[in-house]
């Protein structure tokens, strides 16, 4: 089945949401977030979002199967970076492009953008380490026991940063 991708705006808010609440329910190891986090918002809140942030989303015969947001963060100090969110593909399309369709127009918005991607991933979360890892983020510490699961299980969360290839930084800028 062929696959597209396009930015998302409002009136996907209720199919952006579903599948942010089945990836919720069903990767409850790799998420931060839980169902219900994400079911206590109105989907005119969740319109607003997409029409603020850039979230992209593939599709499969018109089917909404993957997500990823990118938002700037905000002030005078920290706009030269913004944070990629809520990177899902159903488990059927895992290794089947749709991700790398997520982040290409991901890293190609960013570019134009801001210097650098920062992220936090599940420092379990082998596979999506490797996928964030080919599309060149790095590492950069690990916050121990930062989510705790509801069978008090712990995990820690990586932070991982990607620097824009054309970006010019002094020799102060040297990601600590
Ligand atoms: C993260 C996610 C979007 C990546 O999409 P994907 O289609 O699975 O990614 P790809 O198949 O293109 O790439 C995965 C890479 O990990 C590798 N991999 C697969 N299983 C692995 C494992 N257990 N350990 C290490 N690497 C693994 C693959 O070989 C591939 O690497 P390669 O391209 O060098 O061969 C997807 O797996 C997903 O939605 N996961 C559940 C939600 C999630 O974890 N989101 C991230 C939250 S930060």
Redesign the pocket.
């Known amino acids: 089945m062929s696959l597209s991708a396009r930015r998302l705006d409002a009136t996907d808010a209720a199919a952006f949401q579903a599948l942010r609440l089945e990836?919720f329910r069903l990767?409850e190891r790799?998420?931060r977030f839980a169902p219900e986090d994400e079911a206590g918002f109105a989907l005119t809140d969740i319109g607003a979002r997409l029409a603020r942030d850039f979230v992209m989303g593939v599709f499969a015969g018109g089917r909404m199967i993957?997500v990823?947001g990118l938002t700037r963060f905000a002030g005078v100090k920290v706009r030269h970076k913004a944070l990629l969110?809520?990177?899902?593909?159903?488990?059927e399309?895992?290794?089947?492009?749709?991700?790398?369709m997520?982040m290409s127009a991901i890293v190609e918005h960013a570019d134009g953008l801001v210097e650098t991607i920062t992220?936090?991933?599940?420092a379990e979360?082998?596979?999506?380490?490797?996928?964030?890892e080919?599309w060149g983020f790095a590492i950069h510490g690990v916050e121990p026991v930062s989510v705790k699961l509801p069978n008090g299980d712990y995990l820690g969360e990586a932070l991982m940063i990607r620097r824009h290839e054309g970006a010019t930084f002094g020799a102060s800028a040297a990601v600590r």
């Open positions: 990836g990767q790799e998420f993957g990823a969110w809520g990177m899902y593909v159903r488990v399309f895992r290794g089947s492009g749709a991700a790398d997520l992220l936090t991933v599940i979360n082998r596979r999506a380490i490797r996928f964030y080919r």
